[in-house]
């Protein structure tokens, strides 16, 4: 690649970074790639993509100032979910425990009954 193409390239990814409210998943993808790969030709580019440079970082740090506490509260949801499901698998459990305790059977059988009954019948 051209140094005039990467520095095109470069621009074109801050320009959509800049007019979109959210990272697309492309873009970082696109934008990491390229610094990673022309990262002593960038270092060579004009001060003023430079500058350019500059703004996206200042960008992203706003935009991701709260990651932490999303990440965090993410995670609070989760573990909301996880005991919300144990416990409706508990209150199951409980409902299925409590049929079968006040399940009242047909007959009971008892030994000593049946031995009398043998015993009668001889």
Known sequence: M???DIEAF???IIENFESSTMFKKNLVM???SL???HFLTILSLPTKTLEKLKNLQTLIKNRTKNLNKVVE???KL???MCLFGTNKQKTTNQLQLNE???YTPMGIYNESD???EFKKSN
């Open 2 to 4: 051209e140094n005039s």
């Open 10 to 12: 470069l621009i074109k």
């Open 30 to 32: 696109w934008l990491e």
């Open 35 to 37: 610094l990673k790969l």
């Open 73 to 75: 509260v993410k995670s």
């Open 78 to 80: 989760e573990n909301l």
């Open 100 to 102: 079968f305790k006040t």
């Open 114 to 116: 049946s031995e009398d």
